[in-house]
């Protein structure tokens, strides 16, 4: 069974490594959708920006592919973030695909995010640049806006409301809870709206406030809290109107404030309108935001008595280098030539083994500590210690068959073939790969000799006899013991059973 | 149709319909496969089918302002022109031949269609859907050229 993700966890695979995966597999297309959805999504992708100007500039090269977690939690934890264009992007480009959940959510994903029809109303128009910018919840706040009005939705957009609305609300996990929540909610009241708030459902936070109200029209505290939750709701509706939204808008300020409240994410909405009102001072409605956000935070906290006055931090006391999540704009991030000549001199020494913590160059493709993962595609190019810096990944392929490393050759070649199917070299040459193979583990399985599974001791047990395809060794590294999953590292590009190796 | 959840933990989806409108000329002589891709892509899309370059030019004038992408098949056996030249004039980066008579400018997509074997003709820098066709492909290529567009932008 897929556990539901942890909110949040998504982050915790770069997508710059994800792309150079891909990359190295062969699936250089979905690679660079992976890598325009990113930037167009999020600025601070620099590396991605960075190895998406590499990856165009070099159409017929791949960079080194590090290890980077990649099952279907991943794609789950990204499509629950609105990560819709990347989810799709890594079904297409690695075998997941192939598995029947991974079949079932391109399918989804596919209908999702299908174009509208050409000369439609703007409104949908829009739901479609909002859904492959990564901002779910925008989207599906215009189409709920338009199914609104008078004129009826099309059925193709009433049926994209309905996959939206089961993706994004029905199937959304609680939101974490905040330090206010996590408090004793002393009202009945304070109770029933933050069960609403962790749901995310403002919409339904609102709704009890009203009938609390009209119940007890002598509650001063509700009196406060359905004040302030009608500003903030209200706020959130007007904010995601179609005529506020420009063909480029940008997820940034009180839009990104709204997303966060429409997301119940109290405290990361209240960060924004600080940062607004820091940079504002005059910004009424950030002001008011903060009051309202103070109002309902005494509610739920149990501390009646009407909000304090907001406090807007001295511009003076922002902390230099603080990430400006509320400026952030969907235009391309500046790479300087220098970045990129780092970078780029960064791939020249790719050979070098990934570490963890500081690293040379601009630390574009290390930045990252290295852990244990799950499922992990072994970092191949990193154990050649005898390569020169230059060497493409044919040179590669060549000299890890001289040297009888001949799953990670047959890997290189797979690679190799899958981008130049014509040519008969790398077939003979996944031959001889195969050949040397067998003659060291027994047969392979000729249909399905595409995939090179690495398997550590902790699992060989489990692997003999052979004649285990990719699925299975997926699922034995998925559903092992915490141990085995650690120390599992299943290469899956195409096969190669090996099963054997145990013997 | 599924309407069983695609992972566990996930509630099932809503019932899949066929009420795609977006409307894509797909240019392939292969009558067989045509009539699967209808089907797998009909939750999305619309198709218009076109076999050559011949029947492309004519149908362009009326039919492009309702196109949100073109799909060309890399072999086209019996048309004038091939797949790629057909695709490169369609993207204007090259000449129509003088009986195409007058096209207009066309601001979408072109996605080249080819199967496996011939997958690895198709030049990198193109956007590529592999037969047998599914639905994801085809909206991950027609995706990918909005994203292109934005962020060269």
Redesign the interface.
Same mark, same amino acid.
């Given at each position: 069974m897929s556990p539901a993700p942890t909110p949040g966890t998504e982050a915790a695979v770069p997508i710059d490594r994800v792309a150079r995966l891909l990359l190295s597999l062969g699936s250089r297309r979905e690679a660079l959708t992976l890598l325009r959805a990113a930037v167009g999504r999020d600025p601070a992708e620099s590396a991605c920006a960075v190895l998406l100007r590499w990856a165009r500039e070099r159409p017929h090269l791949s960079p080194s592919a590090p290890g980077a977690d990649l099952d279907l939690d991943v794609i789950e934890g990204w499509i629950r973030a609105g990560m819709l264009v990347e989810a799709l992007s890594v079904l297409q480009g690695t075998l997941l695909r192939r598995t029947p959940e991974g079949m079932e959510w391109a399918r989804l994903l596919g209908e999702i995010l299908a174009p509208p029809p050409a000369g439609c109303e703007e409104v949908f128009a829009e739901v479609h640049r909002q859904l492959c910018g990564g901002a779910a919840v925008v989207a599906v706040t215009l189409l709920e806006e338009r199914a609104k009005e008078r004129s009826a939705m099309p059925a193709w957009a009433r049926r994209r409301l309905s996959l939206l609305r089961w993706l994004l609300f029905d199937n959304a996990p609680a939101a974490a809870p905040t330090p206010r929540s996590a408090k004793v909610l002393t009202s009945e009241l304070a109770r029933r709206v933050n069960e609403q708030i962790e749901a995310r459902n403002m919409p339904g936070a609102l709704h009890v406030a009203r009938e609390h109200r009209a119940a007890h029209p002598q509650d001063a505290e509700a009196g406060l809290l359905l004040s302030a939750l009608e500003q903030l709701v209200g706020s959130c509706l007007q904010s995601t109107t179609p005529e506020s939204l420009e063909s480029t808008m940008q997820v940034q300020g009180h839009l990104a404030a709204t997303m966060q409240l429409m997301m119940g994410n109290l405290l990361e909405t209240e960060r924004i309108y600080r940062r607004i009102a820091t940079r504002n001072p005059h910004d009424r409605r950030a002001q008011r935001a903060l009051e309202d956000l103070q109002v309902l935070g005494s509610v739920l906290r149990g501390e009646p008595g009407g909000p304090t006055p907001a406090i807007v931090p001295n511009a003076s006391s922002r902390t230099p280098g603080a990430v400006d999540d509320d400026a952030t704009d969907l235009a391309l991030p500046v790479v300087t030539d220098a970045m990129l000549a780092a970078a780029l001199a960064d791939e020249d020494t790719q050979d070098e083994p990934l570490r963890a913590g500081p690293s040379r160059g601009a630390d574009l493709f290390d930045d990252v500590t290295v852990s244990r993962p799950r499922i992990t595609m072994p970092d191949l190019w990193d154990v050649d210690e005898t390569a020169t810096n230059d060497e493409e990944p044919e040179a590669k392929a060549a000299l890890a068959l001289v040297q009888g490393r001949h799953q990670e050759a047959l890997m290189l070649y797979s690679a190799l073939a899958a981008r130049h199917p014509g040519d008969p070299r790398y077939q003979e040459r996944l031959a001889q790969c195969i050949e040397h193979i067998e003659q060291q583990h027994g047969p392979v399985d000729a249909d399905e000799v595409t995939v090179v599974t690495t398997v550590p001791e902790s699992l060989r047990s489990e692997l003999v006899p052979t004649d285990m395809r990719m699925s299975a060794a997926v699922r034995h590294a998925r559903m092992g013991s915490a141990s085995q999953r650690g120390d599992a590292i299943v290469l899956v590009s195409r096969i190669v059973t090996v099963g054997r190796t145990a013997s | 149709m599924?309407t069983k959840p @695609?992972? $566990? #933990?996930? *509630?099932p $989806? $809503?019932e $899949?319909?066929a009420? #795609?409108? !977006?409307?894509l000329l797909w240019v392939d002589d292969d009558d067989h496969d045509f009539a699967r891709t209808q089907t797998v892509l009909s @939750? +999305?899309?619309q198709l218009v089918r076109a076999r050559g370059a011949e029947d492309v030019f004519p149908s362009l004038g009326s039919l492009h =302002?309702?196109? *949100? #992408?073109v799909v060309v098949a890399v072999d086209l056996p019996g048309s004038v022109l091939g797949g790629p030249a057909l695709a490169a004039i369609l993207k204007g980066e090259c000449a129509p031949p003088s009986w195409a008579g007058a096209l207009p400018a066309l601001d979408l997509p072109v996605v080249m269609l080819a199967s @496996?074997?011939r /997958?690895? +003709?198709v030049e @990198?820098?193109a =956007?590529?859907v592999v037969r047998p066709v &599914?639905? !994801? !492909?085809?909206?991950? /290529?027609? /995706? &990918?050229w909005?994203?292109?567009r934005?962020?060269? &932008?």
């Open positions: - | 599924t @695609p992972t $566990p #933990g996930w *509630s $989806p $809503p $899949p319909e009420v #795609g409108e !977006a409307l @939750p +999305s899309y =302002r309702r196109l *949100s #992408g @496996p074997q /997958a690895g +003709s @990198p820098t =956007r590529l &599914d639905l !994801a !492909a085809v909206t991950l /290529a027609l /995706a &990918d909005l994203l292109e934005r962020v060269r &932008d």
